[in-house]
């Protein structure tokens, strides 16, 4: 997945997104980045990666150059 950040209506139209379920829990995976996320619903699962995939990106394009 590549862009900006999408919410999770967008996500579920992804190619690179996968969805499974696991003991109750939808798992919602993005292939490109191997990011993973979980909730009670699809709908959860997919707003959860969305917020994970926006904070990965931010550190993407953080230049500082420290972790912190």
Same mark, same amino acid.
């Given at each position: 997945? &590549?862009?900006?950040?999408?919410? !999770?209506?967008?996500? !579920?139209?992804?190619?690179? *997104? &996968?969805?499974?379920?696991?003991?109750?829990?939808? *798992?919602?995976?993005?292939?490109? &980045?191997? *990011?993973?996320? @979980?909730? @009670?619903?699809?709908? =959860? =699962?997919?707003?959860?990666? !969305?917020?994970?995939?926006? &904070?990965?990106r931010e550190g993407e394009t953080d230049d500082d150059g420290g972790w912190l």
């Open positions: 997945m &590549t862009g900006d950040p999408r919410d !999770a209506s967008e996500l !579920a139209d992804d190619e690179s *997104i &996968t969805v499974t379920v696991e003991n109750d829990l939808f *798992i919602a995976e993005d292939e490109e &980045t191997g *990011i993973s996320s @979980q909730g @009670q619903t699809e709908e =959860a =699962a997919l707003e959860n990666l !969305a917020a994970s995939l926006e &904070t990965y």
